[in-house]
Nanobody, 120 residues
Framework: QVQLVESGGGLVQPGGSLRLSCSAS????????MGWYRQAPGKQRELVAQ???????NYEDSVAGRFTIARDNAKDTVFLQMASLKPEDTAVYYC??????????????WGQGTQVTVSS
């Protein structure tokens, strides 16, 4: 089994910054894409940003230029640095990782989610 543990959420004022972290542990052979998703009340879960093992990144349009995703492959950890936060960024943020647990098995794993609230 593989576990993803997120940290770093909280309450921040508009224009502020937060840094989310997510560490993977367990039966890991290799990790391919790691990413962050979010889900606001009454809305579907959406991709925020993702990064491949080679460092290629992809961002949702509304966060491009404000959020930065990075990963530490040696520590199986992904980060999301969020700046210039807006109230519409308020959501539960979930970490995701596509993990190969052996040469033939690969699947997506999810963290438990961390709340980010942007409010004055």
């Amino acid at each position: 089994q593989v576990q993803l543990v997120e940290s770093g959420g909280g309450l921040v004022q508009p224009g502020g910054s937060l840094r989310l972290s997510c560490s993977a542990s367990g039966n890991i052979f290799s990790i391919h894409v790691m990413g962050w998703y979010r889900q606001a009340p009454g809305k579907q879960r959406e991709l925020v940003a993702q990064i491949t093992s080679g460092g290629t990144t992809n961002y949702e349009d509304s966060v491009a230029g404000r959020f930065t995703i990075a990963r530490d492959n040696a520590k199986d950890t992904v980060f999301l640095q969020m700046a210039s936060l807006k109230p519409e960024d308020t959501a539960v943020y979930y970490c995701s990782a596509r993990v190969r647990t052996n040469p033939v098995n690969i699947r997506d794993y999810w963290g438990q989610g961390t709340q980010v609230t942007v409010s004055s």
